[in-house]
């Protein structure tokens, strides 16, 4: 018999509380994350027109295999946009930039020595900047502070053999230590594939059915300092609908 894990916990009056707990821990981390992380992209793509151009074109083809009313909002499933990885490097970059817990606070529990070789005292309190880490020249070179989804990706040659293959782009592996916005190692984030596909979702239908711009002159848009990384005063953008 098949059960997912919620079911298992419902049946055991052992691990009601458990599930609750969970339950809680669910929907605190996994709402202001993403709720954090979409202003932030639509910023970036409003800056970054042929960035929301790009993801266009590889939303185009779905679109068109659709039979139902195209003046109406066309949404996407999670399925539909599973392997776009433009519209995924799109919003890793937004990461990258702009990761939501930009902090991670961890308590020494014993004497140690890092792989870095810096010696660690029991209770010592380590943090390590998401952010910075982020915008390090040694880790994502030069063009650092720049959006630029294309670091992401890399050309690869159907069939190889060099007998000039049609070039698929294909996502980049990052080593997880490096990119930090869902952690890594055993605290990484359990949520990061469900936040990756929601976010996916949500982006692909305001993309293809609006036209998303800054408004001229509007305020400066900053990070505020507090446990996520939100805007201080939001951003202001001007939404139109698209004429398809
Ligand atoms: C942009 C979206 C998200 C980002 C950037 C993010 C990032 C993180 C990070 C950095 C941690 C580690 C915190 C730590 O141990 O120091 C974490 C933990 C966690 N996240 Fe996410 N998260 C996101 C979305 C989600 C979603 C959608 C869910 C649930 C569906 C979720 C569930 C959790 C849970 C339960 C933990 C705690 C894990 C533990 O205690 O070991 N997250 N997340």
Known sequence: MSMDILSSYIDDLDYTGL??????AYMVTGRDTVGTTLPWFFYNLAMNPHVMSGIRDELAPIAASRKDDTTTMMTFSPEDTKHL?????????TLRLYPPRSIERKTVVA?????????VWARDTVLLSAYSMGRMESLWGKDCYEYRSERWLYDDVDG????????????RYVALHTFLAFNSGRRMCPGKHIAIMQMKTAAAAVVWNFDVEVVEGGHKVEPKLSCLLQMKNGVMLKVKKRAI
């Open 19 to 24: 599930m609750h707990s969970l339950l809680i």
């Open 111 to 119: 004497d140690d020595v890092m792989s870095s070789g810096h010696e």
């Open 160 to 171: 190889g053999g060099g007998g000039g293959g049609a070039r698929k782009k294909r996502l």
């Open 85 to 93: 990885v433009y519209l995924q490097a799109a919003l890793l970059e």
